[in-house]
């Protein structure tokens, strides 16, 4: 084994799936991009990391309710675009041409051409970690949409894409040891 510099040690643990969070202030929606991830428990409980650097912090540590949507691999190009670009001078939702739909519970909309959208309260921010605990309170999933593969980000500018998936539900519900 060759020695990895520490300071990309993430690459090799980078979680997923990259997904866009909206948030709303008192003038306007905005889209993020985060690949900072992590469900919390079995409950609706998620954390993402972003801070103070990202035009739509301020919104969502003041008004305390975000939406996470999942977007799919067709949808790469305008995730990053997404991510290269400041809401604080560019309407995303009219730039790259998606469709925000209003939720029941929050008032950031929902992305009308992502898989899924869940709408969340946040529940608690870890200032020192820049970590964003969200609830979610509502979940919805696209299930005509026909593209489902879901794109994760290395952290060096390259992406995996989800593959095919592989069934182990009887083997982790079992009662025998070891997994036999």
């Known amino acids: 084994m060759r020695q990895l510099k520490l300071s990309k040690a993430f690459t090799l643990m980078e979680s997923g799936p990259v997904v866009l969070v909206t948030t709303r202030d008192e003038q ?8 900072w991830t992590m ?3 079995f409950t609706p409980v998620f954390a993402i990391t972003t801070g103070a650097w990202n035009h739509s912090f301020a919104a969502l540590r003041k008004n305390r309710e975000c939406v996470i949507a999942i977007p799919t691999v067709d949808l790469l190009d305008k995730v990053v675009g997404i991510g290269t670009c400041s809401g604080a001078d560019t309407d995303k939702f009219a730039k790259f041409k998606l469709t ?3 939720g029941k519970f929050v008032t950031p909309p929902l992305i009308r051409e992502c898989l899924a959208n869940m709408e969340c309260k946040v529940i608690d921010i870890v200032t020192k970690h820049n970590i964003v605990v969200l609830e979610a309170v509502a ?16 952290g060096d500018g390259t992406f995996i894409v989800d593959g095919r998936k592989i069934d182990r539900r009887k083997m982790m519900a079992s009662k025998l040891p070891c997994g036999v």
């Open 28 to 35: 306007k929606s905005n889209i993020m991009t985060i690949s």
């Open 39 to 41: 469900v919390m428990d």
């Open 100 to 102: 925000p739909v209003q």
């Open 139 to 154: 979940a919805y999933i696209d299930t005509a949409r026909k593209e489902r593969r879901t794109v994760h980000a290395v």
